[in-house]
């Protein structure tokens, strides 16, 4: 079974960094691709970062060049580092793991992952 959670989530200024973490902390899961989404109080969720077994990464155009994702597969750990962070990056973010292994073109899309933690909320001032 498959257990995310999340940490990192902070209140940081404009240009400031924050690191999320995420840890799978149920047994050898299998997890073939996981990823990072985003959603605001009346929009809909979206796919911001993910990254497959393959170590593919996609990333949403609204954050390339600024988020990085990476897997420490040793310690079960997904992690997002956010750089250059701006108020549109507000929101609370969701950790995702699939047991598949996704495309880069699909890593983005919700509806293919299989777990979701409980978030961490990220807020973003001017």
């Known amino acids: 079974q498959v257990q995310l959670v999340e940490s990192g989530g902070d209140s940081v200024q404009a240009g400031g960094s924050l690191r999320l973490s995420c840890v799978d902390s149920?047994?050898?899961?299998?997890?073939?691709?996981m990823g990072w989404f985003r959603q605001v109080v009346g929009k809909e969720r979206e796919g911001v970062a993910g990254i497959n077994a393959f170590g593919d990464t996609a990333y949403s155009d609204s954050v390339k060049g600024r988020f990085t994702i990476s897997q420490d597969n040793g310690k079960n750990t997904l992690t997002l580092q956010m750089d250059n962070e701006r108020p549109e990056d507000n929101g609370m973010y969701f950790c995702a793991a699939g047991t598949r292994i996704q495309l880069q073109a699909r890593l983005l899309d919700g509806q293919d992952y299989n777990y979701w933690g409980q978030g961490t909320p990220v807020t973003v001032s001017s």
């Open positions: 149920g047994p050898a899961s299998g997890t073939q691709s």
